[in-house]
Antibody, heavy 123, light 109 residues
Framework: QVQLVQSGAEVKKPGASVKVSCKAS????????MHWVRQAPGQGLEWMGR????????NYAQKFQGRVTMTRDTSISTAYMELSRLRSDDTAVYYC????????????????WGQGTLVTVSS | SSELTQDPAVSVALGQTVRITCQGD??????ASWYQQKPGQAPVLVIY???NRPSGIPDRFSGSSSGNTASLTITGAQAEDEADYYC????????????FGGGTKLTVL
């Protein structure tokens, strides 16, 4: 079955970087964009950006431009999200999610999602 | 960038019908998708496109859209439907981004 499995929880100090992985299985990894979404404690979902696993091309939310880098390793069907210059308000659960779309109809959706990776930023 | 607006909280009596709405300019160009999230769990897709349910999602969940508003309707709400619900669409402002609504906490009484 289609599955996304993320790396484990991380604890980082302010100013450090974190790199979260998302391993895909059950489908052709290069055939679907991968998105990253985060959720701070008690807050809603926030879109961070996406990567085209085939080309490596990325689109980032303006809020994260300059701090986030999304990459992939097609040999192991894994996407990565690295966030630098961490602050306490970056403490959140980070999710990867596969984009699906239906032709050029304007239908887009995320399915499935990874299980989430808790990143805690604390001195 | 675009924004999607949801009511923060909605309640429904067990077995009754509830509608959760999502408003935003991007919905004039793109369909919303809807996600259910229970505490401590990852979001789960419940509705996408015009009104499509992934396999395993009960048919009491349905979706609709008109103008700048998308709606998720639960007909005959069950106790297990108590959760947070988020709408999402592609951003129509040309920045190649996506946007989520702030989420609606559904309480089943």
């Amino acid at each position: 079955q289609v599955q996304l499995v993320q790396s484990g929880a991380e604890v980082k100090k302010p100013g450090a970087s974190v790199k979260v992985s998302c391993k895909a299985s059950g489908y052709t990894f290069t055939g679907y964009y991968m998105h990253w979404v985060r959720q701070a404690p008690g807050q809603g979902l926030e879109w961070m950006g996406r990567i085209n696993p085939n080309s490596g091309g990325t689109n980032y939310a303006q809020k994260f431009q300059g701090r986030v880098t999304m990459t992939r390793d097609t040999s192991i069907s894994t996407a990565y999200m690295e966030l630098s210059r961490l602050r306490s308000d970056d403490t959140a659960v980070y999710y990867c999610a596969r984009e699906q779309k239906y032709g050029s109809s304007g239908w887009y959706w995320f399915d499935p999602w990874g299980q989430g990776t808790l990143v805690t930023v604390s001195s | 960038s675009s924004e999607l607006t949801q009511d923060p909280a909605v309640s429904v009596a067990l077995g009754q019908t509830v509608r959760i709405t999502c408003q935003g300019d991007s919905l004039r160009s793109y369909y919303a998708s809807w996600y259910q999230q229970k505490p401590g769990q990852a979001p789960v897709l419940v509705i996408y496109g015009k009104n499509n349910r992934p396999s395993g999602i009960p048919d009491r969940f349905s979706g609709s859209s008109s103008g700048n508003t998308a709606s998720l309707t639960i007909t005959g709400a069950q106790a297990e439907d108590e959760a947070d619900y988020y709408c999402n669409s592609r951003d129509s402002s040309g920045n190649h981004g996506w946007v989520f609504g702030g989420g609606t906490k559904l309480t089943v009484l």
